[in-house]
């Protein structure tokens, strides 16, 4: 059984689960951090926003295939793991979980 929020002061809620429909993405703030959202396959996946090129913000990039494409230059990465399929960087990612129709993110 997932941790309650309300008892896990590291989960943050970041929207509700009709919020966001299958295939879109979205940037919120969660505790100070710029955290990409994602709705993929009936899965939510939670990346830093923050290309780590340059900083382009990643959720507002393009989704296919389960690889986000960075919206400044191209750089594609793995939804899930965060690692850029081309290359050796790796954006962070963060739990999430879902529970009662909320969507949290552990920061
Ligand atoms: S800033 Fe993301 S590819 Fe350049």
Redesign the pocket.
Known sequence: MPDSSADDPSLHRVASVGELEAGDSSVVDVDGEQVALFHLNDEYFALSNV??????P?GQGRVEDECVY??????QFDVESGEHVQGDDVVPTYEVVVEDGDIHVRV
Do not use: E
């Not at 290309?51 to 382009?56: D, F, K, L, R």
């Not at 960075?70 to 750089?75: A, D, E, F, K, L």
């Open positions: 290309c780590p090129h340059q900083g382009g990643l960075c919206p400044w230059h191209g750089w």
